[in-house]
Structure formats: C-alpha cells, structure tokens
C-alpha cells in the first residue's frame, strides 16, 4: 500500500457512521418537534437514544434515512448526506441506514423468512451464490437458519423480531437503528436478542425506554427531551445521575441498580 492509500483508507474509518448537525423540524401543522440537534455517532459505536415521550425520537430516526425533510441543517450518514431530492443518493441512505421497528409484522410480509430476508438486497440487484451468502449470513447472525423456509407469522414475536433484525442485516447497513427493541419480548427472549445484539459488528442507535436495556448494550447514551439534546455521556453515569433523569421523566425500574451491571 502506498502512503497516499494508506492515507485515504485512514480518512474513511474517521468518516463517522451518522452526523447529524443542527436538525431543527416543524410538523405541518406547525409543531416544533426539534430544535437544533447535534449528534455524531462513530463507526461501531452502540449509542441508546433516551427519552420521554413526544420528545421527538421518532422524529429524529425517521430524518435518518430521508422519511421526514424539509426542515433546517444535515444528516450525513458514512460520510453521505441525505438529499431527499436526489432519487440514487436517497436509495443508498435507505442502504445504509437499517431501522428495524417496534412491530416486525411491519417488516415481515414474504411466504417464507428466506425470502423475507432475501428482499431488500434482491430489490439492490444482488443474485445468485451472492444473495444466498447474505440471507444465510444474516439469519446465521440472529440465531434463525433453521427457520429459514418457515412462514414469518408460524414464528414466535421473539423469532419474527430476530427476522427483521436479520432483514436489515442483510442490506449491510452503516448503521443499525432499533426502535424499541426489547418490547414485547418475555425474559428469555430480551436475553437472547440482547446477546445477539452484543455481538454484531455494526454501529447501533437504539431508542428505548428500558433503561438496563440501555445499560447492558450502550456504552453511551443521549437524552432528547423537548426536542433537543439535553445529555450525552457514557450510559454509566446518566443512569446514575438521578437528578438528571428526574428532569426529563426517565424512570429505573424497581430494584434496578445500574452500578452492580457491567459486561
Ligand atoms: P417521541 O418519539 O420521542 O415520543 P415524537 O418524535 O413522536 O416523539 O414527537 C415529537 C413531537 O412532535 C411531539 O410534540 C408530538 O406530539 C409531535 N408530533 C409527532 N408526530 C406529529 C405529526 N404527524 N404532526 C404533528 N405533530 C407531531
């Protein structure tokens, strides 16, 4: 490798998985739902989106890939930024940009989870020996191979869960960004999502109320109250800053103490 290669392959490992400068936005009917938010989120990082409700989480993930635009400042994603206008650019940001929602059944739609999982890199052009080794790669990640010629819906909502992740997996996103993850699922299934989650290789961006969920699987958290970024330190010491979550109406849960959890 010559130094200038060298250089340039340096250069875009600092390109950070999501940037988002000064996103301020108004619903059309005038209510100001963000107020100028500023987030960087580097290459594998694993971020827990905190929050009250109608804080404006949902309003800030759906700017991520182009869903919601038109108000003022920037979303960059690996280095691109999100032009809603321009058709190519805002197909790659839906590349890059994996949000598996709160219910999968919204993502789930295919005869069997194969081709589920087999869907949006096929919508890409990817054929053939190339697309096999992505669907088998991503259910292989989540735990789901054995199911891969089952109907989504003969699946449990822990298993249809771990087939949307897989689904957005099998794009090979830049940034992996879970609405909710642990909702709905019974202790064994939190468990058993919360390792697979721990043990992806890609950047996460979670948005969740369940604080030891955020404790176990984010080393740092940001807190959107209000429409603007109001903490963002390591998860540690937001959860055990509890004048700060007072403030903004983050509750731990009976019992939960977040000094006796570490990985
Ligand atoms: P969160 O996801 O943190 O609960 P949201 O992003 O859904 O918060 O909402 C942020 C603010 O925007 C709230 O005041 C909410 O009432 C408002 N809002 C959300 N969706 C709409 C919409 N479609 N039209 C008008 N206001 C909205």
Same mark, same amino acid.
């Given at each position: 490798?010559?130094?200038?290669?060298?250089?340039?392959?340096?250069? !875009?490992?600092? =390109? #950070?998985?999501?940037? +988002?400068?000064?996103?301020? @936005?108004? @619903?059309?009917?005038?209510?100001?739902?963000? @107020?100028? +938010?500023?987030?960087?989120?580097?290459?594998?990082?694993? =971020?827990?989106?905190?929050? #009250?409700?109608?804080?404006?989480?949902? &309003?800030?993930?759906?700017?991520?890939? %182009? $869903?919601?635009?038109?108000?003022?400042?920037?979303?960059?994603?690996?280095?691109?930024?999100?032009?809603?206008?321009?058709?190519?650019?805002?197909?790659?940001?839906?590349?890059?940009?994996?949000?598996?929602?709160?219910?999968?059944?919204?993502?789930?739609?295919?005869? &069997?989870?194969?081709?589920?999982?087999?869907?949006? #890199? *096929?919508?890409?052009?990817?054929?053939?020996?190339?697309?096999?080794?992505?669907?088998?790669?991503?259910? %292989? /990640?989540?735990?789901?191979?054995?199911?891969?010629?089952?109907?989504?819906? !003969?699946?449990?909502?822990?298993?249809? /869960?771990?087939?949307? +992740? *897989?689904? =957005?997996?099998?794009?090979?996103?830049? $940034?992996?960004?879970?609405?909710? #993850?642990?909702?709905?699922?019974?202790?064994?299934?939190?468990?058993?999502?919360?390792?697979?989650?721990?043990?992806?290789?890609?950047?996460?961006?979670?948005?969740?109320?369940?604080?030891? @969920?955020?404790?176990?699987?984010?080393?740092?958290?940001? $807190?959107?109250?209000?429409?603007?970024?109001?903490?963002?330190?390591?998860?540690?010491?937001?959860?055990?800053?509890?004048?700060?979550?007072?403030? !903004?109406?983050?509750?731990?849960?009976?019992?939960?103490?977040?000094?006796?959890?570490?990985?």
């Amino acid at each position: 490798m010559t130094g200038v290669e060298a250089q340039s392959v340096e250069a !875009h490992l600092e =390109v #950070p998985s999501l940037e +988002v400068r000064g996103l301020a @936005y108004a @619903y059309p009917d005038g209510t100001q739902a963000l @107020y100028g +938010v500023d987030l960087t989120i580097g290459r594998g990082e694993r =971020v827990a989106l905190l929050g #009250p409700n109608g804080a404006g989480k949902t &309003t800030l993930v759906l700017h991520l890939n %182009g $869903i919601l635009h038109g108000g003022l400042g920037e979303v960059r994603v690996g280095g691109l930024a999100v032009d809603p206008k321009d058709k190519a650019t805002l197909r790659e940001i839906r590349r890059r940009v994996g949000i598996v929602f709160q219910d999968p059944d919204d993502q789930l739609f295919m005869p &069997t989870v194969r081709e589920d999982v087999a869907f949006g #890199p *096929a919508n890409l052009g990817v054929r053939g020996a190339d697309l096999d080794r992505r669907v088998r790669d991503a259910l %292989g /990640r989540v735990g789901m191979l054995e199911v891969a010629d089952r109907p989504p819906q !003969h699946l449990s909502f822990g298993q249809r /869960r771990r087939v949307a +992740v *897989a689904t =957005v997996l099998a794009m090979e996103p830049e $940034i992996l960004v879970l609405d909710e #993850p642990s909702s709905n699922l019974d202790p064994a299934s939190r468990r058993e999502l919360a390792e697979i989650l721990f043990s992806l290789d890609v950047t996460v961006l979670m948005v969740t109320h369940d604080l030891p @969920y955020a404790a176990e699987l984010c080393p740092r958290s940001v $807190i959107l109250s209000g429409g603007v970024i109001t903490a963002d330190a390591p998860t540690f010491d937001v959860l055990t800053d509890t004048g700060l979550l007072r403030t !903004h109406r983050l509750e731990l849960p009976f019992g939960f103490d977040p000094t006796a959890t570490a990985r």
